[in-house]
Nanobody
């Protein structure tokens, strides 16, 4: 199982980025796939999850209305479209598979290596 993220970059406030997560060794179809992030000095935060346990799509309150998750099963790739970026979105973004969204937080069993997103003010 391998997840490889790409698309991280330096962008100005209000800008957009699209992150990609390419899976190999397994099919994304049928798995709950999510994006997490870790900002400097902060804990890991669940950002978005597609095809979660109940088939729903989830977003953290901090990104609702700005971020959008999608998947292309033919490419075995999940995307995170990030619009109206803010400096507080600056973090390393991680793709994860087999995500569990719970009342006490989000967890996952498979992780990518991360991609850096930096939003300048």
């Amino acid at each position: 199982v391998q997840l490889v993220e790409s698309g991280g970059d330096l962008v100005q406030t209000g800008g957009s980025l699209r992150l990609s997560c390419k899976a190999s060794g397994f099919s994304l179809d049928g798995y709950a796939i999510g994006w997490f992030r870790r900002a400097p000095g902060k804990g890991r935060e669940g950002v978005s999850c597609i095809n979660c346990a109940d088939g729903r799509t989830y977003y953290a309150d901090s990104v609702k209305g700005r971020f959008s998750i999608s998947s292309d099963n033919g490419e075995n790739t999940v995307y995170l479209q990030m619009n109206m970026l803010k400096p507080e979105d600056t973090a390393v973004y991680y793709c994860a598979a087999d995500v569990l969204v719970g009342r006490n937080g989000w967890t996952a069993n498979y992780w990518g290596q991360g991609t850096q997103v930096t939003v300048s003010s």
